[in-house]
């Protein structure tokens, strides 16, 4: 469709005055799609992640995608390889998704995610290298890992699942409260007093009051980005001196690792 229009705007241009020809020319529409193309790299780069964000991201992604297939269609080979990756693109994702996925090893991609954002300003709303707040750090860690895992296996149904939770936006008391992500395991009075034999890496902790979160990342280790120090961190239990460690907390898991 967007092909289709772009041509027919050229052929009305043709039959417009000399001016109006002038003014749209081949190069105007290079530097609108090269603007278009910076727009999306900065939206892609701005820390925060939210609905708008999300949908003005896909909306400049499907015009420089588009545009550009636009822009060289006179070039048979460019077109094809270009139709031919939107076919393969969407037959991958729409076909099934693969049996007996090991959890065990979900787990692990998960851990490293988490730690790939270790010493990241913690930024409210912020789901990237640039800036990330706690909720943040938990999606973006599930979210890499299933993609580079389902990339690396050729597992559509990984991909989809990791499209899902960034799509779907989150709070740490979503977390706490399930909404399709996770299951209540039990609550402790605090990450000081927790029994971390009863817990597996890659589970959360969520403060009571729904206003925290943080992941375990084995061997009595968990990461959090802290509003109070200011960046992604890693401490180690028992501490004293971290004021989230002396907090209620409700203990969840992700459902996708019990599968």
């Not at 009305?12 to 749209?24: E, F, G, N, Q, S």
């Amino acid at each position: 469709m967007v092909v289709a229009t772009l041509n027919q705007l050229k052929l009305c241009v043709c039959d417009r005055p000399h001016y109006l020809k002038a003014i749209i020319t081949t190069r105007l529409l290079w530097l609108l799609w090269l603007a278009a193309l910076l727009l999306f790299i900065a939206d892609w780069l701005y820390p925060v992640s939210n609905t708008p964000t999300r949908v003005i991201g896909l909306a400049l992604l499907g015009i420089v995608w588009f545009g550009f297939i636009a822009l060289v269609w006179r070039h048979r080979v460019f077109r094809i390889l270009m139709l031919c990756l939107i076919a393969l693109c969407a037959i991958f994702l729409v076909s099934p998704a693969r049996n007996h996925t090991d959890t065990t090893q979900l787990r692990r991609d998960y851990i490293a995610g988490l730690l790939r954002y270790k010493s990241v300003t913690y930024y409210w709303g912020g789901e990237s290298p640039k800036g990330i707040d706690c909720s943040g750090l938990i999606r973006r860690g599930l979210i890499d890992s299933l993609f580079i895992r389902g990339s690396c296996t050729i597992d559509s149904g990984l991909i989809r699942s990791a499209i899902w939770i960034w799509w779907h936006d989150c709070t740490a008391q979503d977390f706490g409260e399930g909404h399709g992500l996770t299951t209540s395991l039990f609550t402790t009075a605090s990450l000081n007093m927790l029994d971390n034999s009863k817990i597996l890496p890659g589970d959360l902790a969520v403060t009571r009051s729904g206003v925290h979160i943080m992941a375990y990342l084995g061997d009595n280790l968990w990461i959090e980005a802290d509003p109070h120090i200011g960046r992604v961190v890693c401490v180690s239990v028992p501490s004293q001196e971290n004021p989230w460690f002396h907090e209620p907390m409700s203990i969840v898991r992700w459902k996708i690792f019990q599968q």
